[in-house]
């Protein structure tokens, strides 16, 4: 299968401050990735869809303007939590597919655990 | 909208068979995974169906009915090391652009 590498896997970060995680599509090109959220003992959370070259779609209720979105080539995607907060303390994970029909499914990375203090 | 359902938990032997539930109802539907997920890591995938019927690899099978919005996942032969959440996750087409929208999952414990 195809390898998406998500960077740092975890952070801890001051209130008020801002976080980027990357997350890279090594093997393939990823033309569409996708950012999730996961709270504990709850399934994934669809925050926002990019596409190459594209503005993210976000889900309703998730907030465009503190959690930046960007899908600048097509092997990297990054999502910036600015002012953070306690309450964004969460796991996110990004996944990538491809078009085509070499992978239907969509890849995940390692995830990144992000703790705000 | 889009919803998906599956039960919370689930208990089950070691050695034993374990089938876990999904109803979903979805617009655009386009295709139907289940991916495992271990506690403090990211989804792995297992297996994807988008025609009716039984999809089977190795211990694990999937099934998908369209018609009713049902699929379950089977596990068979089961080992300590499955016990894991267990997401069932629909794709569906939106503007002509992909959504992977996932269910609450199923964590599953296998007990000696």
């Known amino acids: 299968g195809a390898v998406v590498s998500q960077h740092p896997s975890w952070v801890i970060c001051k209130s008020g401050t801002s976080v980027k995680i990357e997350c890279r599509s090594l093997?393939?090109?990823?033309?569409?990735m996708f950012w999730y959220r996961q709270f504990p003992k709850q399934s994934l959370m669809l925050m926002a869809t990019s596409n190459e070259g594209s503005k993210a779609t976000y889900e309703q209720g998730v907030e465009k303007d503190k959690f930046l979105i960007n899908h600048a080539s097509l092997t990297l995607s990054t999502l910036t939590v600015t002012s953070a907060h306690p309450e964004d303390s969460s796991f996110y994970i990004c996944s990538a597919r491809t078009q085509g029909q070499k992978y239907t499914e969509a890849f995940f990375g390692q995830g990144t655990r992000l703790t705000v203090v | 909208g889009q919803n998906i359902d599956q039960p919370t938990e689930m208990t089950a032997t070691e050695g034993a068979i374990v089938q876990i539930n999904c109803t979903y109802q979805?617009?655009?539907?386009?295709?139907l995974f289940w991916y495992q997920q271990h506690a403090g890591e990211a989804p792995t995938f297992l297996s994807y169906?988008?025609?009716?019927g039984l999809e089977e690899k190795g211990r694990f099978s999937s099934f998908l009915s369209r018609s009713k919005g049902y699929s379950y996942l089977l596990l068979k032969e089961l080992q300590m090391k499955d016990s894991a959440s267990y997401l069932c996750?629909?794709?569906?087409?939106?503007?002509?652009?992909?959504?992977?929208?996932f269910g609450t999952g199923t964590r599953l414990k296998v007990l000696a």
């Open positions: 169906n988008v025609l009716d």
């Open positions: 093997d393939f090109q990823a033309t569409t």
């Open positions: 996750a629909v794709r569906a087409t939106t503007s002509g652009t992909y959504k992977y929208i």
């Open positions: 979805t617009s655009g539907f386009n295709g």
